[in-house]
């Protein structure tokens, strides 16, 4: 038998046991290893055969943990062909965790037929609003959205919820909201972060986070606390530096974070909560003189690009493929309210920097 033979066999087995139940959203998949063994391939064929079934949604990778069941099979690629707009809305396209998102819905949006539009709402709520109206007066047929800093009051994204349009809130959800969503386990990724850094015997932990009331930031900062508290680490919030919206909006965020770390000389750790946040300590440090990795450590909420940095990673690809998938539940039968929170990964390697970049001229309408 050939390779193209053995690798299709392989996906037909694990495709058939999660038909027939045997392997069950959440369950582990036989590793390369298991499954090289067991149809006597090399790992070179499991390995091919894994990552073509992640690539349908059928499963989800988890680097060095394994492969997962995905709470539910693939949509059928053919089932929509043709089938209409959906809208895509972010708060800004920044970020390479909103960059790698992006990519992944728009190439899943473009192979099922259906045909994009994105607006980007610079983190102003009236822009979100705005481009929901806009999208569904056009017809779209679902919407996904990563809601600004102020989701928790967003009108128009709970009068969808309500009327149960399709829509799924992407990397955060709503709370005592009925609505789809598909997340990262911010909290738990977090308490490993601050347990790591805990388990190396800092004491003087130091916060860094915008003040915003997004779910992934609020989850994050209760998580920091919790922690602290578990290791008996009392609460210093004179080691916190919360960075308001309006100083960010006046640019003038690095400046507070650079007096913040000039007037605690005595931390010796801290623990970001997003990719701008490192950005802006990794750009204090280097104005203070100070040597990441030795005169502090840093623990980072998705890859920081610099190096000596221990950081969080979110699984963006399976956000998005399970997101899709739910996408097309919905539509199907608007009744049905999914979601699902995604496992992220602690990596004490250092970071290589990231190589993603975005263009708004292509792929897609904006309105």
């Known amino acids: 038998m050939n390779k193209a033979a053995l690798y299709k066999q392989i996906q037909s087995d694990i495709t058939n046991q999660i038909k027939l139940g045997k392997l069950k959203p959440g ?3 036989p590793s390369e290893k298991e499954l090289a063994e067991s149809f006597n391939v090399s790992q070179i064929t499991s390995k091919h055969a894994l990552i073509g079934l992640a690539e349908e949604g059928l499963i989800y990778r988890i680097k060095g943990k394994g492969s997962f069941v995905s709470e539910q099979t693939s949509p059928d690629p053919n089932k929509h062909k043709g089938g209409g707009l959906i809208g895509l809305i972010f708060p800004t396209m920044v970020m390479p965790v909103e960059i790698e998102l992006f990519q992944y819905l728009e190439k899943l949006i473009y192979q099922n037929g259906f045909q994009l539009l994105v607006k980007i709402s610079h983190e102003k709520l009236e822009e979100e609003s705005t481009a929901i109206q806009k999208f569904l007066e056009v017809g779209a047929k679902g919407l996904f959205i990563l809601p600004t800093i102020n989701e928790l009051y967003n009108e128009e994204i709970l009068k969808l919820a309500i009327a149960r349009f399709p829509v799924v809130l992407v990397d955060r959800y709503l709370k005592n909201i009925q609505t789809s969503s598909v997340y990262s386990d911010g909290y738990n990724g977090t308490r490993m972060g601050v347990a790591y850094l805990v ?28 922690t602290l508290m578990e290791n008996n680490i009392p609460i210093d919030k004179s080691n916190w530096c919360i960075v308001p919206r309006q100083v960010i909006l006046s640019g003038s965020e690095g400046d507070m974070v650079y007096n913040f770390f000039k007037s ?7 623990f970001c909560v997003d990719y701008h946040m490192t950005k802006l300590t990794c750009e204090a440090m280097e104005r203070l003189g100070r040597v990441i990795g030795q005169d502090i450590e840093v623990v980072s909420f998705d890859p920081p690009g610099y190096a000596n940095i221990c950081y969080l990673s979110q699984d963006t690809k399976a956000i998005a493929q399970n997101a899709f998938r739910i996408m097309l539940n919905q539509i199907e039968d608007n009744s049905k309210i999914d979601s699902l929170m995604v496992p992220v990964q602690l990596n004490t390697a250092p970071p290589r920097r990231p190589t993603i970049s975005f263009n708004e001229s292509f792929y897609f309408r904006i309105l």
């Open 27 to 29: 369950d582990r998949v």
């Open 199 to 226: 388990g190396r015997n800092h004491k003087k932990i130091a916060l860094i986070s915008p003040d915003s009331t997004n779910s992934a930031t609020v989850d994050r900062r209760e998580a920091f606390v919790a």
């Open 264 to 270: 605690h000389p005595d931390v010796t750790a801290c």
